[in-house]
């Protein structure tokens, strides 16, 4: 009995290894998007890390905790922002994605929280700057429904969403392995 345990212990953590693998391949970036930084860094439990944002128009922050946990938090009113005063945030227990529209007034502050369930946390923020055009309906000379229409399209379309999806499969998956193994041991 004691050997089948320790069988299926080990497929799990040939799993586990297999997933965490498959979850930190490289991403791909549309094409209209441009990197712009890349931030690593690493954040104490509790604890907030700023950054400001000074470039101009819709930029997209894409953070992934390589361990622990670290969240996000975006404001153009303070550069300080928390988990008590923010605009926009992020608090997932995986990649963590923002939007900064391009009306928000610069600098934009960044905060990046570590988590408290763990001692420290590490992440990697993309950022990019969208170069989509975003076209004003109301500064177009003639009214074209089916131009309007394919616009549109092009920028709602969600990008890779089977892949987002997947995403969180994975992450939901080694979430509840990780709670198999702390279980058994």
């Given at each position: ?7 299926i212990l080990?497929?799990?953590s040939a799993l ?7 979850g930190?391949?490289e991403?791909r970036?549309?094409?209209?998007w ?6 690593q860094g ?8 700023y950054?400001?944002l ?17 969240d ?7 550069l ?14 995986g990649?963590?994605?923002i939007?900064?529209?391009a ?5 934009v502050?960044?905060g990046?929280?570590?988590h408290?369930?763990?001692l420290?946390s590490?992440?990697e923020?993309?950022?990019y700057y969208?170069r ?7 500064l ?13 399209k092009k920028?709602?379309?969600p990008q890779?969403a089977s892949?987002e999806e997947?995403s ?7 979430g509840i392995?990780k ?7």
């Open positions: 009995m004691r050997a089948q345990w320790r069988g080990y497929m799990l586990e290894a297999l997933l965490l693998a498959h930190y391949e991403e970036a549309p094409a209209e441009m990197l712009l930084h890349v931030v690493q954040i104490g439990a509790g604890n907030y890390s950054l400001r000074n470039h101009e128009g819709k930029i997209i922050l894409k953070m992934h905790s390589l361990r622990g946990d670290a996000l938090y975006v404001s153009d009113a303070t300080h922002p928390s988990f008590d005063e923010y605009e926009l945030q992020s608090a997932t227990c990649q963590d994605v939007v900064v529209p009306h928000f007034q610069r600098p502050g960044i990046v929280y570590g408290p369930s763990y420290e590490e992440y923020m993309k950022v969208d989509t055009l975003e076209s004003d309906p109301f177009e000379s003639s009214y074209d429904p089916e131009k309007m229409e394919t616009s549109q920028q709602h379309l890779d892949q997947e969180i499969f994975w992450t939901i998956l080694v392995l709670l198999v193994l702390e279980i058994l041991f």
